[in-house]
């Protein structure tokens, strides 16, 4: 069985001061209790070693929301893997929707993206997903076949234990809409049925697939209860050390 991967995405949110003490406030309410999920956390780069710092010796991981394909150079701005695994990452989000749209990273550079994370040691995390306007015209198993297709076409299949797939439906970021459960379980399902046909069934079948668009405590267990939901990438409720840690516990009792 799939181990569940809950993931917090903090977006540009949460400087390292506020970041280390939401992290501690994360720490401390499963101070007395462990977790069988895996849980993640990406801060911003700056808040990432004072979110670090805060999990140490904790089950809590920590991880980054973006990546550099150099290993140095004059990249102003960037950031290396190399740097993100000595601030104690273990995790890297790769094109986000929000870097597609905002920053123009198309599959071909989520892909570089992806391989880069990988061969270095890192777990990446691939976002895909459709915008409203290519759900409507019933684009969206087409978009989304073209994202994956790119990123798994620039790996191998040995590369499977570290890659992770999360599924944003884009309609769904911060617009307080949610996919439903039978449209995140469609998608996920024809998601790890595109890996399978690139690589094969058992392979895909170990790949966990995340819904990413508006996850929070009130819809948690419809989306995680789905056959191939094996965990969420999640905004605003992975702000709350609270409702994080309800997501956490609704997962816990899923698999329980």
Known sequence: MRTFLIAGNWKMNAEPSHAAKLAAEMVANWSDKSFSSEALIC???ISIPAVANAFDGSDFKTGAQNVHTEDNGAFTGEISTSMLKDAGCEYVIVGHSERREYNGEDNDVVAAKARKVISD???AIVCVGEVLEERKENRHQAVVKGQVETAIKALDKSD????VIAYEPVWAIGTGETASPEQAQEMHEFIRGLIASEWDKETAD???ILYGGSMKPANAEELLSQPD???GL???ASLKAD???EILTISESIKS
């Open 43 to 45: 801060p911003p780069f």
């Open 206 to 208: 170990t790949i966990r």
């Open 229 to 231: 939901v094996d965990g």
């Open 243 to 245: 409702s994080f840690s």
């Open 160 to 163: 499977a234990e570290s890659l």
């Open 234 to 236: 999640i905004g605003g």
């Open 121 to 123: 040691g890192l777990k």
